[in-house]
């Protein structure tokens, strides 16, 4: 007798179905998105508003709300999404990003001009979100971190070339725009508008980009003039990137030499909040701590009384302005194990230093100077790590300046990850307090 088949109910995906659920019942009420959009909605935003041309008596569409989009690349960061084009695709399809939309249609071009376009903004914003956490006081300016990661730029290692390739480019450069040029005026049916004019517009983005390589190598040919003969290059073999100009090539942290960007960051020790950001194109960090103070005294009106660095940033002048302006350094010396396996004293003075120098070396070799500096590496590097967590290992905008308006998102999510987590701590100690004042 054959085995009775039992009546099953199949799973039948591709039935189209009509719901009435909002995107607020969607999202559940405990969601952090919830949050990242009130803390958006807390912003100072005008300067963004004061841009916008759509206003009563103005032809043209309704403007987005800046708002959205901030939100929009906030949580694009914090997820590790730097492609415009993805968060437009989850504009479309993730119920969080469509949340953030509210039924508002964002395409990823202007996604990516947002993203780029307001470095002031971001900037500001930075200083407002800081100057908030002191004013709460939930941070404080009496010690800070700073170190410095290689990120990877938008260039390839066979984009570096030599004056004579580089003059050679640009005279072809030259010739192009002017054909195109020519072409457009003798025969307009040639090609649409359209195509003549994005023809034009990359033939001229490529002059613009060999004009601007050509003063780079200017710049490193006149870097390594004063180089010490044994470290000179022949002047023939310098090289600039015809893709990124002002990118390097610098050792990355594999060991590699590739074309990249040196991001600082400082951080406050108690609170892990970034206060100070800056992208240079030096593929060491010295000479890198006195900007950087100098840059956090503009924001804050005040300096950091004590500033923990690794042995790179260390040279005799960044010390001596330190120690003048009332910072205190603590960073190994140089090659301090290297000194004392030889059998040397590396806080010695040396015949170099000056007084606040020698009192550095003095000052890191007591117990106390060593046990602050601890404090730097849960500090820097946890911050380079969470970047690093959230994708930064490389950017894909070109420029010194897009790359620092890159990386200013990347610190505004961390610092509101940071407030948050802040402002919550505070409230449940203020809780706890008053339960044990009532017992």
């Known amino acids: ?33 919830r949050d990242l959009w009130q803390f958006v909605e807390t912003l100072d935003l005008s300067a963004l508003l004061a841009q916008i041309r759509s206003v009563p008596g103005n032809a043209g569409a309704p403007a987005i709300d800046p708002r959205i989009l901030m939100a929009l690349w906030l949580q694009a ?32 071009h202007t996604l990516a001009d947002f993203r780029t376009g307001h470095g002031e903004v971001l900037d500001q914003l930075l200083t407002q979100t800081v100057a908030a956490l002191l004013h709460e006081d939930l941070i404080q300016l009496n010690r800070v971190a700073q170190d410095g990661m290689r990120v990877r730029a938008s260039a390839g290692a066979s984009s570096f070339r030599r004056q004579k390739t580089i003059d050679a480019c640009l005279e072809e450069a030259k010739e192009q725009v002017e054909a195109l040029r020519s072409q457009a005026d003798e025969d307009a049916g040639a090609a649409s508008r359209r195509e003549q004019a994005a023809r034009q517009r990359a033939a001229t983005e490529r002059q613009t980009r060999l004009t601007r390589a050509k003063e780079e190598l200017a710049k490193l040919q006149g870097v390594n003039a004063t180089q010490p003969p044994c470290r000179q290059k022949d002047a023939s073999e310098v090289r600039a990137s015809t893709t990124d100009p002002e990118c390097r090539k610098m050792k990355m942290p594999d060991g590699g030499f590739r074309p990249a960007y040196n991001v600082q960051f400082a951080t406050t020790t108690e609170g892990g909040v970034i206060v100070g950001v800056d992208v240079t194109n030096e593929g060491t960090d010295g000479g890198q701590m006195t900007p950087m103070l100098k840059q956090i005294e503009d924001r804050f009106g005040e300096r ?21 302006n009332g910072t205190t350094v603590y960073a190994p010396p140089k090659e301090e194990q290297k000194q004392l396996d030889a059998g040397q004293d590396p806080y010695a003075r040396k015949k170099s230093d000056t007084d606040a120098t020698a009192g550095w070396r003095a000052r890191m070799k007591t117990a106390e100077a060593k046990t602050i500096y601890k404090e730097r590496a849960s500090t820097a590097e946890w911050v380079n790590a969470q970047t690093r967590n959230h994708g930064l290992y490389g950017v894909r905008v070109r420029g010194r300046p897009k790359v620092l308006v890159v990386v200013l998102w990347y610190v505004l999510a961390h610092n509101y990850g940071r407030m948050k987590d802040l402002r919550q701590k505070k409230a449940e100690e203020t809780a706890r307090r008053a339960k044990e004042s009532t017992e």
């Not at 799973?11 to 009435?20: K, L, T």
């Not at 950091?304 to 003048?324: H, N, S």
């Open 304 to 324: 950091p009384k004590e500033a923990l660095l690794d042995g790179g940033f260390t040279t005799v002048e960044a010390i001596d302005e330190a120690e003048r």
């Open 1 to 33: 007798m054959p085995a009775v088949q039992p009546r099953l109910m199949y799973a039948n995906r591709c039935q189209g179905e009509i719901r009435d659920d909002s995107l607020e019942q969607l999202l559940p009420p405990e969601h952090p998105v």
């Open 77 to 108: 960061t914090t997820d590790g999404v730097g492609s415009s084009r993805k968060l437009a695709e989850l504009c479309e399809n993730h119920l969080v990003y469509r949340w953030l939309c509210g039924k508002v249609p964002v395409g990823y």
